[in-house]
């Protein structure tokens, strides 16, 4: 099992650091939290990606975005 930091596991997903702890907080993706940090376990966000709403996640980082709580990190289509 191959764990992963906050930041190697918001860079495999393609999102921010701030909205992968926020999912992680909520319990909407797969984290456990050691100490004061989280962790990932590749295997279970793939899984969790493979599984997820992508168009409810994809609404959802628009909302933050138009909002101002986060960066648009990819372009619109």
């Known amino acids: ?3 992963l930091t906050a ?3 918001a860079k ?3 999102i921010s650091e ?3 702890r926020k999912y992680a907080k909520k319990g ?3 984290a456990h939290k050691i100490g004061n940090q989280w962790r990932f376990s590749k295997e279970e966000l793939l899984d969790w990606f493979h599984a ?3 168009d409810l996640l ?3 980082a628009e909302k933050e975005y138009r909002s101002g709580q986060t960066v ?3 372009p619109r289509e």
Request: charged share 40%; hydrophobic share 50%.
């Open 7 to 9: 930041k190697e596991a």
């Open 52 to 54: 997820a709403d992508l």
């Open 58 to 60: 994809a609404e959802e």
């Open 72 to 74: 648009r990190l990819w």
């Open 1 to 3: 099992m191959e764990i």
């Open 18 to 20: 701030y909205t992968l």
């Open 12 to 14: 495999m997903l393609k």
């Open 28 to 30: 909407r993706i797969p």
